[in-house]
């Protein structure tokens, strides 16, 4: 599984990044830019997700990674943000509610 830390997410540009955190979670604070598309119904709405390359993102790590392998193996090209939203607020950098 392709992963990247909250300090590579920072400097990234150009890279979608999705929040599959639940609707409750996404709304009290996510990082700038992320569009979400809960865990629980991301199988319902795999024609949103982007063209391309992308990032996934969640609290601390753990749904993202499961979501990112699921998504690899149907040949998605995508990458888990070790840490979540959770390291990225601890790292002091800034969030969109």
Not at 22 to 44: D, H, K, Q, Y
Request: charged residues 25%; proline residues 5%.
């Amino acid at each position: 599984m392709q992963t990247i830390t909250v300090h590579q997410l920072r400097e990234r540009s150009g890279t979608p990044l999705i929040d599959v955190r639940e609707t409750w979670e996404f709304e009290t604070g996510r990082v700038p830019g992320a569009v979400n598309l809960p865990m629980s119904t991301i199988g319902e709405h795999l024609d949103e997700l982007p063209d391309g390359a992308f990032d996934v993102i969640c609290k601390v790590g753990g749904r993202s990674g499961r979501v990112v392998e699921a998504l690899a193996a149907r040949g998605y090209d995508v990458t888990n943000v070790e840490g979540g939203t959770d390291e990225w607020i601890a790292a002091g950098y800034p969030v969109e509610a």
